[in-house]
């Protein structure tokens, strides 16, 4: 048995006993495939992650920078209470269309608002608009500008937020100092801001599974 195989396996003997059958999730990724968007939605054992992540946190507002096909969104919003608001910024009019219709067929329209542009764009006016801060953000977009993710993100938040990266090992590529591809440059930009800034305490794990081996960033606000 190959080591990716063996991975795999274990991924769903994890996934079968701790996240049960869902249509809904299923329905999304099946929808999202369907419309040709690209296979990078988080795993099923991280979205559940996430999920409980949310609920930890006790979150109430969420932000997220990266909507890709809702699934990840969708198991961020079913942790927000009744009065919860999840903003979610997606760069593709297509994905963001079809983020829209997997929400809704989960019920949770009410709680999430989807914004269609450059994140980078986005961001200031989210900042403009002097809204509560955001208790996590969960930061899954194009990984060249994850340091200025980072970076808004802390002025979005309050002391005790957490903020999370996703894709941060790329491989194990983000520890080769001989890479200059910009997604391994943009990342490892930001694990190095997140170890210096004076306001962030972080940490990153590395996984394997069904999405290969990658790992992903944690990191609070601290003041």
């Known amino acids: ?13 994890l996934i079968g006993h701790l996240s049960p059958h869902d249509e809904v999730l299923e329905a999304a990724l099946r929808d999202s495939d369907a419309a040709g968007l690209p296979q990078i939605a988080v795993s099923a054992a991280a979205g559940k992650l996430l999920h409980l992540l949310a609920r930890i946190q006790g979150a109430a507002r969420i932000l997220e920078i990266g909507t890709l096909g809702g699934y990840s969104t969708i198991l961020l919003a079913r942790a927000l209470p009744a009065d919860g608001r999840l903003i979610t910024l997606e760069y593709s009019p297509k994905h963001a269309e079809v983020a829209s219709r997997n929400i809704a067929r989960a019920g949770l329209d009410k709680l999430v608002e989807i914004r269609v542009g450059t994140a980078l764009d986005s961001l200031p006016a989210l900042a403009d608009e002097n809204a509560a801060p955001f208790d996590l953000v969960f930061i899954d977009a194009d990984k060249a500008n994850n340091p200025n993710y980072v970076e808004w993100a802390l002025k979005l938040t309050r002391p005790g937020s957490l903020i999370i990266v996703d894709n941060v090992v790329r491989g194990g590529r983000v520890a080769d100092p001989a890479n200059t591809d910009p997604d391994v440059l943009g990342t490892r930009a930001a694990i190095e801001l997140i170890g210096s800034h004076p306001r962030l305490s972080g940490t990153a794990i590395q996984t394997v599974g069904e999405k290969g081996y990658d790992g992903f960033a944690l990191a609070r606000v601290i003041d």
């Open 1 to 13: 048995m190959s080591e990716s195989q063996l991975w795999n396996d274990v991924d769903d003997y």
